[in-house]
Nanobody, 123 residues
Framework: QVQLVESGGGLVQPGESLRLSCVASPGRIFSMNAMGWYRQVPGKQRELVAA???????DYSDSVKGRFTISRDNAKNTVNLQMNSLRPEDTAVYYCAADPRAPFVGKPDFQSWGQGTQVTVSS
């Protein structure tokens, strides 16, 4: 079972930036099919924010395209989410997710989850 630990959440004002990080253990993220970030607000379903697949391809929700960037640092076994131009509607608990299957097996199936980190955007 992959363990995921997120960091980097906090309180920021609209228009500011935050960088979330997620460290995976055991295993190496470059040997996993995909890594992703989800978010959830009370009363709503968890939604995919961004994902990076084993070939390096990325996917983003329409609401964050052009503002958020997902990246992998294989040397640090970390996946990051750079969030710029934050808006109040980005306020949520953000979860790191992993599809630990072998690379290139197909559509991501996220099976492992972190504990979540709170992001609050408010003036």
């Amino acid at each position: 079972q992959v363990q995921l630990v997120e960091s980097g959440g906090g309180l920021v004002q609209p228009g500011e930036s935050l960088r979330l990080s997620c460290v995976a253990s055991p295993g190496r993220i470059f040997s996993m099919n995909a890594m992703g970030w989800y978010r959830q607000v009370p009363g709503k379903q968890r939604e995919l924010v961004a994902a990076v697949r084993s070939g390096g391809g990325t996917d983003y929700s329409d609401s964050v395209k052009g503002r958020f960037t997902i990246s992998r640092d294989n040397a640090k076994n970390t996946v990051n989410l750079q969030m710029n131009s934050l808006r109040p509607e980005d306020t949520a608990v953000y979860y790191c997710a992993a599809d630990p299957r072998a690379p290139f097996v197909g559509k991501p199936d996220f099976q492992s989850w972190g504990q979540g980190t709170q992001v609050t955007v408010s003036s």
